[in-house]
């Protein structure tokens, strides 16, 4: 068998042991504090079982219990206690504190937290603080209808839900940036613990800085079983757990045991001497000026999962165990003994010494609460959209690039929106951050650092002075970790500032279940009529699939887009913008949005320009059109519509029509190109879409329409379904057909380069008949000419690579 | 500032500072390991910049070069080094070891020790061991029609390509559980340390017996930088990072400097320790037959980023900084002082001592390395699939439910399936393993334990003994992280074994971009004629999103099918069966397939069954069809067809089809099951594809289809894109709608309910006229009455959850 470490590792039971000893409490003050957390526990258990018969005035009897027991208790006396400990000092030094829930399901005690401290009843009246209100709390609890057994929406106090494990600290550091007063009181599982976010996010404080930025004071809860296993984290020995946390970069202090009076002055002691060193740090850093990283305070907090429940029922561990997880005694509906244990576990909270005969908390604990925003539930920042300030924009048109020769102009679109970029982070010094995983200067957009440089408090090395841009007070967060990145921003948003994440596009798809998860969120606050609206989540995804022939099969997937457009319309959208001016429009655009997900596609290389400013705000302000200028069907029907989505779809696309004017004069082309992809959708199925009639005028009903996609082109026929011709709809796009190529070659694979798409357009109208033929093996020839130049040199040919054409419509 | 850490963890810089201190090379093995990896670097620079004159016996000019200069640099010198070093330790200690290759794009380092050890010459007979050869090696590095920058499929050896990071010690663990004397060395990025997936794998030896595995030896490269940023581990101290990875488990060896001499006897001494550890640590657990969870040694190797480059170019930092990433001088095309000193760098290694005139590696280096298999390219565990042995399969048919009385017998699939998988583990001992994030209990499958515990080398507490199910030579794996059980199983797969991952639906896009990955890469190795197939890839997803309804929004998502559904047809599977027979046949089938990503989708609750196990199989086998007995169009043309995929929605599906034989008997239902998903696609586009002959057999061409699936609607539109009658097909599905309910509300949300099944059936079927409006009413009373019922008890009404309905033509 495995060697078990020493006994101070083992047990969360018996009397309190920690790091630093003490007896801050008075004898009254322990009595206080653990009625107010009796009462916590009881309203826990209320919320699991009750529906009526609140305050068990009455036998406890069926009808008094939900006819379905949902709901979890494992965690909630770790975290009830936690919050009552920060309550004392929140007191004492007027602190400004939010919560974050890390554990999974752990609502009941933090919800019943804010019943205690009155913040649930003001913000739901109905669940208000007497035996009626305590009623419908209880009720509402895990039941159709009501509150889920997260730290949902409905939350007062809440930006972290926790549905999906692991973002609980990435979540608490996005909400102290620039939040220099404010200390996130982070549980974090040890379930959790477990997820790769959670693991790599520790080291988020080389990130902060303790002058611009709050704290972060992570609890660690060792209360050792996850669903059905125990945790990795309570089954090493205290040594290594040590260990890991100092290489962390964190000073713990452990807090371990079972018996209340002695926990409660360990806690208090412990807890109040994290608070002093946060204290002292900061204003060592903001007196000296001299930002440091320090080895900040967290606790260790081993007791036992689902503490104060009774250790076993028949013969089976309960409390201290897995089974602890969840509904802590099941069969209560059909096993009347243990109907009658439920009861008296829950009288031995005795309620009637805690909420007087109306049900109220009585003064005595009540007082024990701080009040009005100081209560953590009431926290402003927990409700972050009502501290949002608009961005102040500069002005995206000024920073156009002029005189566009459409079609012809070579240009770098995203380095000159980093321009854009730029000016925005020195406009909104506390109130806009950039977020990417390493990429940002691979992404163009380096010139951002002008205004902020890297965030970074690991250690300096000379060399950094060699163009490391690296500073303590920057504005720009890069590690290594698409997860963290994502964690930071969600969390630097939903406490009510702005910011963009840019990523490489191949690995987005890293943070699917993220993404996924902050949609759901900000979907549900729109029925949470106290949320006010956080700025949106802007994703500008680059290094674009069609720009990853060299790096290969691995980093070619433009997938993302179909998990984004799954989720619901009210809460995402998806825009490609074609050029440089159409990006800068679409950023303005998305950067003064609230409570979306945009996501915003656009690759990094130099590419050919096509619309002048005003061309391109009115472009975007339509969100798709016709491009005259590379369209001969004036006046009259087209004979093949030529439509593209994305930059290099459009460029080929466009080319496509090029060489159709050039060696078919007679063909009548209409070109047309989308940048915001949900106006393809029926305008009954998303805010953005389009009627029908507006798209046949377009599209018409009965041409062919080739359409050059930037993505897998399912998602065209998914979003065009039953739109008025759709039967003439052919999409090009990425097939996952790719190795080691040339741009040109990759986009032969997947029929999406210019000869391909000018061979289809031959192929589907009908009228050309034999006059085409010729042209159709010109174009093959040229074709296979450039695939063959392109293998010999491993570069493709000039007159591919910077293609341009004479529109003589512009 | 930041503070900075004492010189120790500064400087990669100088002579060798280690942990343990030796001399154990003599001078001339000092020389000739140096000249082997001055063979190595030179090599990695040919792959880099040339395409002709590859010994450079001729001057170097442009001609030479290749026209697009491609991949990287910074990690190759670091993995050579190590590769070379634990070349000399398989002669002397005759070890069995396969190189895992973590760091991104670090290919040019493996794929020169694979050519110096002859294998890649062996594998690929043109890139022979002659300037020739050697001219074809360099020249399809990176360049179109040859192969990537990262240990794509085409490395001999190699079963982790790194093009995404994170996953190298997950890949690596994989490998040697159940194989006892592998030693796999694993290249851990710095950079990648920084992702979340590999942060937390690091804890993969509390689930390492030292008995039945083999081990680990992982050397963390802190070569400092990432594209464009220092590292976090590499700007922490000493002392913090000595501290994060003993408190991760493992007995660090610091090997820091840049003196290639002092580095060889460092690296030669701890390298040898840390293999001597290992041997020793796995003799004493086999020996005394008591496993136990040694602190396995690992290295931390410090050098330059880059290095053996030139220091400094045009006063720019290159070898130890960023700049030496990818290519360490790009402008060489154009800048002929750059050109020149290229050549001076690339002839400063010697080639003319390494190799002889014909460019053959001279003998005396030769020798350095193993022979035969012994070769760490060569190791047959890298291509895995030539080790698979097929499973000892247990008849599933045994297994199955009899007596079903179809859409009557209710019982639980998953927990009879789960008996199945424990005889399968029991017969299967060494080549098959059960992974999953904590749920596999949860999800019904506890009944494997009696075959084969769960692995745990974790401490043991006493109160593990009630129920605890852990032990340290068990068969199943659980960490709660989606990535470490993913890895686990990739690796386990890819050296030749067989396994199943169980997880719950909500969180299975965590690892969406794994499973791409994945994909990829087997989609690659059917291009690649060495490589054998391997064991599918097997994930059985439940908790599924129609049993979500008590866990609320967060938990609902069902999208995964969509990020799989966008892989190749040649890779991927989706089955969703329907009830119990048909999950045993499909688990049966799945578990003896090949190269395959299998998604099973099934529910873990108790559901009505359908087939006796000799339908089930036929049912399968067609993986689409007509269920005759739930249909009563026979011998004519139904006035609808009801379809399903999907367990819960199937059972919908026939309750709809039982409301409408019970209110409109006159009406022609035609119920169709799906099974196998790509059966709806065309048999163009899909192995399983099916004909449109066929589909207009079974699903008619102008008939109205209402298609209940378990997923967002839109995929089968997808599927069936240009079927026949398509735009007859209503896809009901999950449409992002759902918050606390109960099973039957959350169906009504999204219209998948059999109410609003049987309502669009009188809907569409125009035929129907008045006499159907009366039962369209009592439809909308019931299925009202049940919402309500449901919202009163906070359960649905007992005869929507235990519904059946006797079927006449059973």
Redesign the interface.
Known sequence: ?????GEK??SAYGEARSTVEGKPLDAEEVRKMNAYFRASMYLCLGMLYL?ENPLLTEPLKLEHL???L?GHWGSDAGQSFTWIHMNRLIKKYDLDVLFVSGPGHGAPGIISQSYLEGVYSEVYPDKAEDAKGMQKFFKQF?????????A?PETPGSIH?G????YSLSHAFGSVFDNPNLITLTMVGD??S????????W?ST?FLNPIVDGAVLPVLHLNGY???????LA???HD??????????WKPYFVEGSDFDTMHQAMATTLEQCVLEIRKYQKQARETK????PRWPMIVLRTPKGWSAPREVDG??LE??WRAHQIPITDVRTNPPHLKLLETWMKGYKPEELFDNNGTLIPELKELAPTGNSRISANPVGNGGLLRKPLNMPDFRKYGFTDIVPGSTLKGGMANMAIFLRDLVAQNMNNFRLFGP?????NKLAEVYKAGK?V??????E??K???N?A?DGRVM???????CEGWLEGYVLSGRHGLLNSYE??I??I??MI??HC??I??CLEVEWRAKVASLNILITATVWRQD??????Q?P?FL??VA???PEVVRIYLPPDGNTLLSVMDHCLRSVNYVNVIVADKQEHIQFLNMEEAVAHCTKGLGIWDWASNDQGSEPDVVMASCGDVSTHEALAATALLREYLPDLKVRFVNVVDLFRLISSMHHPHGMTDKKWKAIFTTDKPIIFNFHS?P?LI??LT??RPGQ?NLHVRGYR?KG????PF?LAMRNNTDRYSLAIDAIDLVQSLGNTAAGVREKLINEQLAGKAE??N???DPEHIRNWSWPWPNK
């Open positions: 068998m495995a060697s078990n470490a590792s083992i529906r939900k006819a379905r949902l895990s039941f159709p209808g009501g509150i889920g057994s997260h949902t839900e549905g999906e494990l692991g379930g959790e477990e997820t790769g976010p959670l693991a790599t996010s080291h080389k996850k669903i059905n296993n125990p945790t990795v089954r090493i020995s290594e757990l040590t260990a890991l946390l100092v290489g962390y970069g001299t930002p440091f990283r089976h561990l201290g165990f390493d990429e940002t200067e691979s890297k970074w408090m690991g250690d300096y090395f060399e950094d060699d163009g490391g690296l303590p890069e590690i290594l970790s698409e997860h963290t191949p690995f798809h890293v699917d279940s996924n998860q759901k969120w979907e549900k060299h790096n290969g099969f691995t980093h997937d997938g179909d998990v799954n989720k619901s897998y399912w026929h998914r379904y039953k039967h996952e190795n080691i190529d040339t070659e392109a293998f040199n491993g570069l």
